[in-house]
């Protein structure tokens, strides 16, 4: 897949009846700014404080603690090191940190904070023993530093507030990294979700404003949905009341909404959706410019419907990550959007590592490893050229987007995935748990022993795994072998850990009932 900086930038009207719509000449262009929108999954701090149990110090060497948290900084890090040539994108909403409990010790001044560590790096903060002061650091100032010994500089931070009347079940808040100066930062309470964040920024003079979002998770779930239905009520009241003062203010939406774009469409029985109903997502490009036209473009509609792609669930790939544009982006005035340069960031070999390209999750078995349970997506932005005008609008690069959602959901792969396309687990049988932790997400092909049917083991290479699958019917045909029985499948090598459990189990999950190679 192209990176986002590699899209050609190719000028073409949108057709005759848009022809004069449109301008077809265009002033010299400054250099453009990505902005991304990235959920790290569950990046928490080290002060033995958390409201998940497996991020609480226990008896095990699989326990969260500096160095598994080191090694999610690097993974982050890296990832946004494949933008901009290393330096990182310019603008980044995050969202899953964690919420910080303690308040035993604030960096509300990051500026000064770097400061103070220059003469340390992150990696020594971070190696026992570690000095009072670093210990209960919120995550923000962690990775900031992370990121500056990196080379990836520069970066103002704004981060979502929350009080002590936060639900219990709001772990995390959302963060925004950029490079631009910051002009002013709130948050606005969610329902049972954690606090949308608005943030103005000043690029090159001109302001912009973005929202960074996280809705209520459970996405097909219709209680959960009346729930999001209320965070995007918030969202939408607050973007009609800007786009009220302003009808062409630069507004760029974005973050995890759990939420699919076609959410509408892939869950009729939800009725009035949170997504596509009250906030008003939609895909009609070439309505944007109407001054009654709709609020929101989003840009997954930049992309043929099967690269739409930011996480996987139970074999189908979902869309929960998105970015959302207003019409200010498409005038030539202030902040323009860089037509066609939508995409999700899927980088082979590090933040995926199987055979069908699935987000590489993260866990704290042994040493810990893997990034995230959702690539993150970016779009290039620019400042419009000088002397342009509201009424005027850009020509765009190419076939505008249109509303082409389609009502199911897109395979992940399993289905037509064959034991030839994965690598035997052989090789890994007797792994200590460093390398397996680097596996893990992986999918092999797996030679086995069924150890005990309640509950269902494997036996490979001397170590005990669980054996399941979400699907009833696959959990069916693992029940029909027998103890002692020899088996071979492709399974997709895990850790589980139970909800309210600190300790978790090494699993090989089945996807497919064609997985399993040959019947009992």
């Given at each position: 897949m192209r990176m986002a900086a590699d899209v050609p930038q190719r000028r073409a009207p949108w057709g005759a009846a848009l022809g004069l719509l449109w301008a077809l000449a265009a002033a010299p262009l400054r250099a453009d700014f990505a902005v991304m929108a990235y959920n790290v999954e569950n990046l928490f701090d080290i002060d033995g404080s958390a409201r998940f149990a497996e991020f609480r110090p226990y008896d095990s060497p699989h326990t969260y603690g500096p160095q598994k948290m080191l090694g999610k900084l690097r993974a982050i890090t890296r990832t946004l090191q494949q933008v901009n040539q290393g330096a990182g994108p310019e603008i980044v909403l995050f969202q899953e940190f964690e919420i910080d409990d303690t308040h035993?010790?604030?960096?509300?001044?990051?500026?000064?904070?770097?400061?103070?560590?220059?003469?340390?790096?992150?990696?020594?903060?971070?190696t026992e023993p570690i000095a009072a002061a670093d210990r209960y650091l919120p995550v923000e100032a962690f990775l900031l530093k992370g990121l500056e010994d990196a080379g990836l500089k520069g970066y103002h931070v704004a981060v979502g507030a929350h009080g002590p009347g936060a639900p219990v079940e709001v772990a995390h808040k959302n963060a925004v990294f950029s490079k631009f100066p910051i002009r002013s930062a709130r948050t606005h309470p969610m329902e049972m979700a954690r606090g949308l964040l608005e943030v103005t920024l000043e690029v090159h003079g001109r302001p912009l404003t973005v929202f960074c979002n996280h809705w209520k998770s459970g996405a097909a779930d219709p209680m959960m949905e009346i729930i999001r239905r209320k965070n995007a009520a918030t969202l939408r009241a607050r973007l009609d009341e800007l786009l009220r003062a302003d009808p062409h203010a630069d507004i760029i939406i974005g973050g995890d909404f759990n939420s699919?774009?076609?959410?509408?469409?892939?869950?009729?029985?939800?009725?009035?959706?949170a997504l596509n109903d009250v906030l008003g997502s939609q895909g009609d490009e070439q309505a944007m410019p109407r001054d009654n036209g709709p609020v929101l473009y989003n840009l997954w509609f930049e992309l043929p419907p099967a690269q739409r792609r930011s996480d996987c669930y139970r074999g189908t790939w979902g869309t929960l990550m998105q970015l959302m544009i207003t019409r200010g982006l498409y005038d030539e005035t202030g902040i323009q959007y860089v037509d066609n340069s939508f995409q999700p960031l899927i980088l082979p070999g590090t933040n995926t590592?199987?055979?069908?390209?699935?987000?590489?999750?993260?866990?704290?078995?042994?040493?810990?490893?893997?990034?995230?349970?959702?690539?993150?997506?970016?779009?290039?932005?620019?400042?419009?050229?000088?002397?342009?005008?509201?009424?005027?609008?850009?020509?765009?690069?190419?076939?505008?987007?249109?509303?082409?959602a389609p009502e199911e959901a897109v395979p992940v792969g399993y289905k037509t995935l064959k034991a030839s396309h994965v690598p035997p687990f052989a090789r890994l049988a007797g792994a200590a748990d460093a390398e397996l932790a680097v596996n893990l997400?992986?999918?092999?092909?797996?030679?086995?022993?069924?150890?005990?049917k309640r509950p269902r083991t494997l036996q490979v290479g001397g170590r005990i795994y669980d054996w399941y699958s979400y699907d009833t019917n696959i959990r069916r045909l693992l029940d029909r072998y027998e103890r002692g029985q020899a088996v071979a499948f492709i399974g997709e090598l895990s850790y589980y850990v139970p909800r309210d459990q600190q300790a978790g189990r090494l699993q090989f999950l089945v996807h497919e009932a064609n997985w399993l190679q040959g019947e009992p």
């Open positions: 035993k010790a604030r960096a509300a001044d990051l500026e000064a904070f770097l400061k103070s560590r220059r003469g340390t790096t992150v990696e020594k903060m971070l699919h774009y076609n959410q509408q469409r892939l869950y009729p029985y939800l009725g009035k959706t590592i199987s055979v069908l390209q699935l987000p590489w999750g993260w866990h704290n078995f042994g040493p810990g490893a893997g990034v995230s349970d959702h690539f993150p997506v970016l779009a290039r932005f620019r400042e419009a050229p000088a002397g342009g005008a509201r009424d005027q609008y850009m020509p765009l690069a190419g076939p505008p987007g249109r509303d082409d997400g992986n999918l092999f092909l797996v030679r086995a022993t069924v150890h005990t």
